[in-house]
Nanobody
């Protein structure tokens, strides 16, 4: 079992930055691929980024490339999403996800475990 708790969301002006954190509990955190998704009001959940358990492979949605960076610290059992140059269209609830297979997150957009989400609001 893996429990995920997101933090770091908030209100920011367009062009600003936020860093989301996802704290995981569970002894097998280090072998899980991790990812971030988001869901805006009235829209479907959207893949944002994913990272392998070792951190050597990263995956990004086109909307995130060049602006967002995913990283992880296995010692702290935490995964991060650094978001720069934020736009109003980035406004959404951001969810952390974990799965033994990172490709399931990055390609099938599915995961065994999900966090409760953290709200990100970007004002224009």
């Amino acid at each position: 079992q893996v429990q995920l708790v997101e933090s770091g969301g908030g209100l920011v002006q367009a062009g600003g930055s936020l860093r989301l954190s996802c704290a995981a509990s569970g002894r097998t955190f280090r072998i899980y691929g991790m990812g971030w998704f988001r869901q805006a009001p009235g829209k479907e959940r959207e893949f944002v980024a994913a990272i392998t358990w070792s951190g050597d492979s990263l995956y990004y949605a086109d909307s995130a490339k060049g602006r967002f960076t995913i990283s992880r610290d296995n010692a702290k059992t935490t995964v991060y999403l650094q978001m720069n140059s934020l736009k109003p269209e980035d406004t959404a609830v951001y969810y952390c996800a974990a799965d033994p297979m990172v490709r399931r997150i990055a390609q099938s957009y599915e995961a065994d475990y999900w966090g409760q989400g953290t709200q990100v609001t970007v004002s224009s």
